[in-house]
C-alpha cells in the first residue's frame, strides 16, 4: 500500500461544467502522474510533477491542467468537461528516488470514474 | 498512435490451459513492466526486465525481454480463474520521465 488516496471515487457532471480530481499521497514522493483509461487504450499519461509546482505534459494533456502546491497533494482540473473526457482517471506515484532512473515502478491509486454528460 | 501495442486484446480461455500475451512495439526500451489489474482497481506491478534477453519466473507467469528490448511477452501456465484480470506492459526509456504503457489484454480464465 503506497498511501495514495482519490477523491471523488466517483462523479458525474455536465458538459461545460468545471471538475477538480484530488490525489493524495501519505509518502513524500517527488514524482506524481495523472492517467485516463480508456477501452482499448490503455493507460494514457495526462500530466505528470516532478516537485512542487514542477509539472509537465503527458500525450493527451489537451483540456486538462494540474497544480501541485504540496508534496502530498497533486490536483488535475478540466476547467470545461466535454462528454470525450468521461473516462476513468487514475493518479500514480513513482517510488523511484534516485536521479537516473533506468526503472519505474509506479504505485496506483483506486481511481476515479467520471462521466460528463 | 500507441507507442506500444499488446496482442491479443481479449483471451477466453479454459482453467488449465497456457496462454502467450505479446507487448511489441518499434521503439528501444531501458525497461519494461507487466502490470495487473482487477475491476475497481489501479493496476499493480508484477515484474520489471531490464535485460535484453531476460527471462523472469513468478510462479506460473513467464516474462520475457526481445534481446533488441522492443517487445516482451508474458506466459501464463495452467491459469486459474485467480489470473483473470488487464495485464498491462509498461515501457520506460531512456532520459524519459514517464513510462508509455501498452493497449492492454483483458484476460477471463473459465473454470
Known amino acids: 500500500d503506497a498511501g495514495i488516496t482519490q477523491s471523488p471515487r466517483h462523479k458525474v457532471t455536465e458538459t461545460g461544467t468545471p471538475v477538480t480530481l484530488r490525489c493524495h499521497q501519505t509518502?513524500?514522493?517527488?514524482?506524481m502522474y495523472w492517467y485516463r483509461q480508456d477501452p482499448g487504450h490503455g493507460l494514457r499519461l495526462i500530466h505528470y510533477?516532478?516537485?512542487?509546482?514542477?509539472?509537465d505534459k503527458g500525450e493527451v494533456s489537451d483540456g486538462y491542467s494540474v497544480s501541485r502546491s504540496k508534496t502530498e497533494d497533486f490536483l488535475l482540473t478540466l476547467e470545461s468537461a466535454t462528454s470525450s473526457q468521461t473516462s476513468v482517471y487514475f493518479c500514480?506515484?513513482?517510488?523511484?528516488?534516485?536521479?537516473?532512473?533506468?526503472?519505474?515502478?509506479?504505485?496506483f491509486g483506486p481511481g476515479t470514474r467520471l462521466t460528463v454528460l | 498512435t500507441q507507442l506500444l501495442e499488446q496482442s491479443p486484446q481479449f483471451l477466453s480461455i479454459q482453467e488449465g490451459e497456457n496462454l502467450t500475451v505479446y507487448c511489441n512495439s518499434s521503439?528501444?526500451?531501458?525497461?519494461l513492466q507487466w502490470y495487473r489489474q482487477e475491476p475497481g482497481e489501479g493496476p499493480v506491478l508484477l515484474v520489471t526486465?531490464?535485460?535484453?534477453?531476460e527471462v523472469k519466473k513468478l510462479k506460473r507467469l513467464t516474462f520475457q525481454f526481445g534481446d533488441a528490448r522492443k517487445d516482451s511477452s508474458l506466459h501464463i501456465t495452467a491459469a486459474q480463474p485467480g489470473d483473470t484480470g488487464l495485464y498491462l506492459c509498461?515501457?520506460?526509456?531512456?532520459?524519459?520521465?514517464?513510462?508509455?504503457f501498452g493497449t492492454g489484454t483483458r484476460l477471463t480464465v473459465i473454470p
Open positions: 500514480a506515484i513513482s517510488a523511484q528516488r534516485g536521479l537516473v532512473r533506468r526503472t519505474d515502478t509506479q504505485y
Open positions: 509518502e513524500n514522493h517527488r514524482y
Open positions: 510533477s516532478y516537485g512542487v509546482k514542477d509539472t
Open positions: 521503439s528501444v526500451f531501458s525497461s
Open positions: 526486465v531490464v535485460t535484453g534477453g
Open positions: 509498461a515501457g520506460k526509456q531512456t532520459g524519459a520521465n514517464n513510462l508509455f
